[in-house]
């Protein structure tokens, strides 16, 4: 874990739970981790450092409490010190911050790039008639899928190749394509590590790895929107929306009239789970989007509105009994989730 990401994970406003910001990176998908990770506003950076080791997090925090930077407030939360925040904003004057808004989708990063550098060296060797070369290496799956499109554009692949990505260096910023380029794999040429990139870019790894990111949704985009078609094979599985498909299907089937209940027995789950779908599609749709009005009728978010006012939405405590109206832990949780939200 980069310790200048760790301070900017940080809030010297907000006290924050270092297991959940940990588990919010690497991944783990629980409704409390998407809660507490939207309202420390790092809900976008959910599995962003999913193939990254983080388990020096805690003796990193340990390092910035010894400089000053860091205050623990009770046994799991931290927050920055003054001179915490002092660093933080130095940081964030030169830190490289991922610039690409991962609100909708996730992006499989490292197997694009594989699959991407494979096709490359695919179309550079075969223009010099060279079937003598060791591939780059990546799984079977990307291996089998490269190997399939290079079949089916075998003709005139080179030529095609050299336009298609020529067209796309030419859209972005000169001083990114220059380095994109020096990733790429061909007939005697081995292109740059991420180290050597991080190292011509006065960048430290995970830096290094941010920009990477951005260059290739950039180009994941580039291609799904192209005319050309050349590349979109590669983006097979690549692109995922953030919300899990049986979240979604619980999502439609509330929204035009089934209840928790009929939803929970016509796809044999709980209720319980029924509810956590629906609090994760609130967590990542839009303020507009989600039918809070289905759950918290207006009478019922008049007295919520009246108990909890303007306080501190972190701070609040579940009341199951409220001028003598019952709420479910569920209820409240959505109306948590609902002041959340801008009014998009």
Known sequence: MNIKFLILCLSNKQPRRQKLIQNLLVGKRTVSTLFWGM???????????????LDKMPAQLNQLIQKGYVEQVDEYKYILTTKGQKEKDSILESFYILKTKLNYYDYDVIAFKSRLLLAIQVASEYSYKNSNYYPVTTDLKSASLVKKWFKTHKNALPDRMKEYLTNYLASIDENCANIFAQMFVGYQRYGMTNQQIANEMNLSALEEYFFQYDLLVDLIEYIENDDDDLLKELLVDIKVLRTNKHALNTYNEFKYGKTIREIAENNKLRNSTIREHLLECAIWMPKKEFPYKLIISEEKENVLDQYYQANNIDDWQYNE????????????????????????
Not at 40 to 52: M, V
Not at 321 to 344: A, L, T, V
């Open 321 to 344: 009994n409220i001028s003598n109206q019952e709420f479910s832990f569920f209820e409240f949780r959505i109306y948590q989730i609902m002041r959340s939200k801008p009014n998009d």
């Open 39 to 53: 309202r420390y506003g790092l809900l976008e950076y959910s599995a962003i450092l999913k193939n990254f080791n």
